[in-house]
């Protein structure tokens, strides 16, 4: 069996029954491979315990290797996605390194958060796990990520889950192959008057500041400005700035330094 995982980063529990049932050609059970290889092979050093029934690889004559971090996530839950910070770093746009890994999942699947190799993973919950998520191979496996549009969407709703105002700013500043038909549509299906002003605002300084967002059309803005109503809000709750009436937000002074070259 180690030499049919060997290529593994990250394993589960049923995978090795998989790989077991398909060396005996007979069917077994999840207590009978953990009892007969799984013990055996933690006990040699050749697996190294994540959480339950999830298991890093480090297989004879290799040097140990660093859990992956993606590949980790994508085992925690079947009906997932990874998001926010994480997915910035799939991407390859994060500003900085976090520890911190969202996984994506509806509240019947939640789990409880649990650190391994000094990265915490932890449950983000919402109600919808499909919509613009897309499957990709990454090292051989499947992966379910958020498309950049939804990553968008999602770091400048919570910005906090992605690293802070400024680490959102200066990611998405370099987040690239961005369809803003469809952010601007998918941002105006979710209703939500706190995540619109916060979209055109953002979308208006990246425009200004990236090449990757010069050719955003105004019209595209335009359609999120007119859907504005309601009350002036704050940008950063509590934080005194000042009024952008456009978007009828109180932005804190300063707020546009956090991008690169200002």
Not at 151 to 158: F, P
Not at 217 to 237: A, F, M, P, W
């Amino acid at each position: 069996m180690l030499e049919e995982i060997a290529e593994r980063n990250v394993v589960t529990l049923d995978e090795m029954k998989d790989v077991v049932e398909g060396i005996q050609n007979q069917a077994t059970d999840n207590n009978y491979v953990y009892r007969k290889f799984v013990y055996s092979l933690l006990k040699k050093g050749y697996l190294r315990r994540i959480r339950r029934s999830l298991y890093h690889v480090t297989p004879p004559g290799k040097q140990i290797s660093q859990a992956d971090r993606t590949l980790i996530a994508s085992r925690i839950r079947k009906d997932y996605y990874i998001g926010f910070h994480a997915a910035l770093e799939f991407y390859g746009k994060a500003y900085s390194y976090s520890n911190k890994v969202h996984i994506c999942v509806r509240p019947q699947n939640r789990f409880d958060q649990f650190t391994y190799d000094n990265a915490i993973y932890t449950p983000y919950i919402t109600e919808d796990t499909a919509t613009h998520v897309k499957e990709h191979i990454y090292r051989g496996e499947t992966v379910r990520v958020c498309t950049k549009e939804r990553l968008y969407v999602e770091c400048v709703k919570h910005p906090g889950k992605a690293g802070g105002w400024e680490e959102v700013l200066k990611s998405l500043e370099d987040l690239g192959g961005i369809d803003f038909d469809i952010l601007v549509e998918y941002t105006i299906q979710l209703d939500s008057q706190a995540l619109l002003r916060r979209m055109g605002l953002t979308l208006e300084l990246l425009q200004d500041s990236s090449v990757f967002y010069q050719h955003l059309d105004e019209k595209d803005i335009q359609g999120l400005s007119t859907r504005v109503t309601g009350k002036n809000q704050y940008l950063v709750q509590g934080a005194k700035g000042t009024l952008n009436k456009r978007w009828r937000l109180y932005v804190p002074d300063g707020f546009k330094e956090h991008l690169r070259g200002i």
